[in-house]
């Protein structure tokens, strides 16, 4: 709670002090609380999110380690402040749900500085990289992300710290990340990453969308004592309820905690996804490739694809975000709000060791209105070859997983 009253007090002055500043301003409450000056120089608001989450976790007999976490979560709690001074943006992410350590909360964490269809952030933000791991955790499809993001295929590096840069005009998207391998509560890092990615939608209008895209990722880690950062890369999926169950690693290096030495990850993405009407498809695929000298898992590769198709059974069409190069939710047409109806298949296999995890997973969202969304989830899994599960044995963990959301 304290660390709610600050930023509660924190949002009142930051609001308090732009509309002073200019002697006049006007407020708006569509969406969050907005306060402008009317000479435009300033703006804040005040938004956020809460995500309550339940889940019935099933383990298999073949599975070493019990991750049956059942029950009651509060998977995210944002408060979000953004605006803009003078010409520049801002916004600040805080999850007071997450309480490990100061700071640990914190996600889009940046201000930023657009120059006609380009724009520059310093701070921290994601690097640009597949498209479920750039939707909005208020729009995606499923629970959890697919198995081309830092739900996967990237090992839990989603927010970095670095320098941002991103053109979005005319259907093309285009942008380049440098960043440590580090985010605010993980301490200070030597490793270092760089990212691209380049996107095209010829095809953006209501109900009649067209992207393709791809990415490339090359990430370094130096990993000396007393390294914090993210420690050495890490490939799998979590084929479950992430925030209590499991992560299952096709791929991971010998030694993380205080190891010497220089590890690297190579990952190059492709993308595509379609709107036809109340249908979306989506499909993504990405090819990591693992080095480290003097490790026994040096020189492995790992693949991964996900492909999901979903269905607004009341007639809505997903939208698409030209400024992110990626999706978001339809708003339902009448009171009665929005159905949507899906299913993905997620996998991925380490070429070398033939370690491997697919996913088949089932989803229903209840849209009440543009704000609420109720979320029922069920995953069937197989699990070979990875740690966790006893030597020679296929696993096929369970789980029926669900939301209650808000967001403003």
Known sequence: MRTLFKLSAFAAAALAVTAQ??????????????????????????GGRIHFDGALLNTDSNQTANNENSGFYFRRVFITLKGKAYGWGYQIDEDISSTSSPGAGFNDVWLNKSFGDNTVYFGQHKPWRSLDELASNNDVVFLERNVLSANGL????????????????????????????????????QGAGGNVRLAYAPINEEGKVLHVGATYSEDQFDLVAGNAGFGAP????????????????????????????????????????GVVGPVFLQGEYGKAKFKRRGDAANGQSVDAYSVTASWYVTGESKVYKAGDGSYGAAKPKDVDGAVEVAVRYDATKNKDTDAKVDALTFGVNYYVN?????????????????????????????????RAQIAF
């Open 370 to 402: 543009p704000n609420v969304r109720f979320m029922v989830d069920y995953s069937l899994s197989k699990l070979d070859g990875v740690a966790g599960v006893t030597a020679g044995q296929t696993a096929k963990p369970k789980a029926l997983m669900a």
């Open 154 to 189: 990237f090992g839990g590096r989603d927010y970095t710290d670095g320098v941002y840069y991103k053109y979005a005009a005319d259907g093309l998207w285009a942008g380049a990340s440098f960043y440590s391998q580090t985010k605010v509560s993980k301490g200070n890092t």
């Open 21 to 46: 500043s200019a002697f006049a301003d006007s407020a708006s409450t569509k969406g969050g609380l907005t306060i402008k000056s009317d000479d435009g120089r300033f703006e804040a608001t005040v």
């Open 234 to 273: 890490t490939a799998g999926y979590s084929t479950s309820y992430s925030k209590v169950g499991a992560s299952y690693n096709v791929f991971a290096f010998a030694n993380t905690a205080g190891a010497a030495g220089t590890a690297k990850a190579d990952t190059f993405t492709v993308e595509a996804l």
